[in-house]
């Protein structure tokens, strides 16, 4: 997954790879600010349960900086914090029922 938010270009290799096969696929770019990022961080299940270490705020910074500098084209942007949940579901599931 870190590999992803270090070269966000094998996004586009995957989806054009899914669409020689005709495999139906999309790809999504969460925003929301890095202050929801590290609290959401913190309260994940995986967390909770002792699986894994929050991650540091200055990692989830730099993971910020480069997303937002290596934007997509082929990615549907959304910003789940403007977004109630049901908005949310209601947003992917037009991709995923198309």
């Known amino acids: 997954m870190e590999g992803v938010f270090q070269n966000p270009s094998c996004i586009k290799k995957a989806l054009t790879l899914?669409?020689?096969?005709q495999i139906p696929g999309a790809a999504f770019q969460l925003n929301c600010s890095l202050?929801?990022?590290?609290?959401?961080?913190?309260?994940?299940?995986e967390v909770?349960?002792?699986c894994?270490?929050?991650m540091?705020?200055?990692v989830l910074q730099?993971?910020?900086?480069?997303l937002q500098n290596k934007t997509l084209p082929e990615l549907k942007v959304f910003n789940s914090e403007?977004?109630?949940l049901?908005?949310?579901v209601a947003f992917f599931r037009q991709f995923l029922d198309s």
């Open 35 to 45: 202050e929801t990022l590290i609290e959401r961080d913190q309260n994940r299940q």
């Open 82 to 84: 403007k977004m109630s």
């Open 56 to 58: 540091k705020p200055e």
């Open 62 to 66: 730099k993971i910020t900086r480069v």
């Open 52 to 54: 894994r270490r929050p």
């Open 86 to 88: 049901e908005k949310n």
């Open 18 to 21: 899914a669409e020689k096969r």
């Open 48 to 50: 909770k349960m002792g």
